[in-house]
């Protein structure tokens, strides 16, 4: 039972990173919710979880820069994460680029996915020093057995 039940977890975390793989190179969008189209990082985690058929809070009209670590109580909230504290293959990366955590990833190993200003869309890279030093959050996707 528990091979099976680490098998099914390990393919749903190859899901995880291939949907997040399907987004590379969609424009970054504020507010964005469509691959191909325009996502942010919130916009890359809500189409991974929308499309695992999985339940999430999706905000809306939330500013670019979150504040008053509004970002943290949302996922903290998220009926499908749960927070972690070791890195894990598929899991959801809150980073603090400036004053407050401001920003999502998906951690892919030993890369990163996610959409953002600079790159001006979604793109994968590695996860260096200068990143891991901005994590302040890391959640697991639960995924129903």
């Known amino acids: 039972m528990f091979q099976q039940s680490r098998r099914l977890q390990n393919l749903a975390i190859n899901k995880i990173v291939e949907l997040a793989r399907e987004c590379l190179g969609t424009p970054y969008a504020h507010q964005g919710r469509h691959n191909g189209v325009g996502l942010d990082c ?4 809500a189409y991974v979880l929308g499309s695992l058929k999985l339940p999430y809070n999706d905000m809306k009209g939330y500013p670019r820069t979150p504040y008053q670590g509004m970002l943290k109580k949302a996922l903290d909230k998220e009926p499908s994460l749960e927070k972690i504290y070791t890195y894990e293959e598929g899991c959801i ?3 603090r680029i400036t004053k407050d955590p401001q920003h999502l990833a998906i951690y892919a190993g030993g890369t990163i996915i996610h959409s ?3 790159a001006e869309k979604v793109t994968e890279h590695g996860f260096s020093d200068s990143w891991k030093r901005k994590v302040v959050g890391i959640y697991r996707i ?3 057995e």
Do not use: H, R, S, W
């Open 42 to 45: 919130a916009g890359l985690v």
């Open 93 to 95: 990366l809150l980073l």
């Open 116 to 118: 953002y200003l600079t």
């Open 142 to 144: 639960k995924i129903n």
